[in-house]
T-cell receptor, first 114, second 113 residues
Framework: NAGVTQTPKFQVLKTGQSMTLQCAQD?????MSWYRQDPGMGLRLIHY???????DQGEVPNGYNVSRSTTEDFPLRLLSAAPSQTSVYFC?????????????FGDGTRLSIL | GESVGLHLPTLSVQEGDNSIINCAYS??????FIWYKQESGKGPQFIID?????DKRQGQRVTVLLNKTVKHLSLQIAATQPGDSAVYFC????????????FGSGTRLSIRP
């Protein structure tokens, strides 16, 4: 049971490049979410999904797209990378958003935009 | 807007002593609270949670206390060990199914030998 798996662990991009951060979970969780973590700040929600085919915006969605074609996968796309998107990105999942349960987190993708 | 915050950004504790990490929340409608531990280079790891119908919950070496009157949450770690060194986050969630989890900025716990 791998839990939440994120790839890649590290990435350096140039301004304007696009890329996809991968996230997969093997726990059959309905709810998946993406956060970014910046120094001195708490985790901020980018996008989330309550099930396959359903996504919604969090508090900082601009510059990012998501899709949820399967229960297991929830990729995050940077459309045109900007230096302000330099951050550590975490994917998380939980059984359901309807019930109060803790989320399981991946180990993050450290992204630098030059 | 609603926010969750921490009183102390860093906490240094003697090994073997008890640690207390505090958190203030501002959304009186929040009814679910979680503590996470984040070690360097890792994602947050769930420690313990508490619902608003409780004021205390205990786990293995950890206790969470909830004071709804002053909107305060604390995490107590008994007999602190070197492996407890990490950043600790509190998080809160509102009562509706549409509400999102809001995280505090974290407290770094360091252990003195």
């Amino acid at each position: 049971n791998a839990g939440v798996t994120q790839t890649p662990k590290f990435q350096v991009l140039k301004t304007g490049q696009s890329m996809t951060l991968q996230c997969a979970q093997d726990m059959n969780h309905e709810y998946m979410s993406w956060y970014r973590q910046d120094p001195g700040m708490g985790l901020r929600l980018i996008h989330y999904s309550v099930g396959a085919g359903i996504t919604d915006q969090g508090e900082v969605p601009n510059g990012y797209n998501v899709s949820r074609s399967t229960t297991e996968d929830f990729p995050l796309r940077l459309l045109s990378a900007a230096p302000s998107q330099t951050s550590v990105y975490f994917c998380a999942s939980s059984y359901s958003k309807r019930t109060n349960q803790p989320q399981h987190f991946g180990d993050g993708t450290r992204l630098s935009i030059l | 807007g609603e926010s969750v915050g921490l009183h102390l950004p860093t906490l240094s504790v003697q090994e073997g002593d008890n640690s207390i990490i505090n958190c203030a929340y501002s959304n009186s409608a929040s009814d679910y609270f979680i503590w996470y531990k984040q070690e360097s280079g890792k994602g947050p790891q769930f420690i313990i949670d508490i619902r608003s119908n409780m004021d205390k919950r205990q786990g293995q070496r950890v206790t969470v206390l909830l004071n709804k009157t002053v909107k305060h949450l604390s995490l107590q770690i008994a007999a602190t060990q070197p492996g407890d060194s990490a950043v600790y986050f509190c998080a809160e969630k509102g009562s509706s199914s549409a509400s999102k989890i809001i995280f505090g900025s974290g407290t770094r716990l360091s252990i003195r030998p």
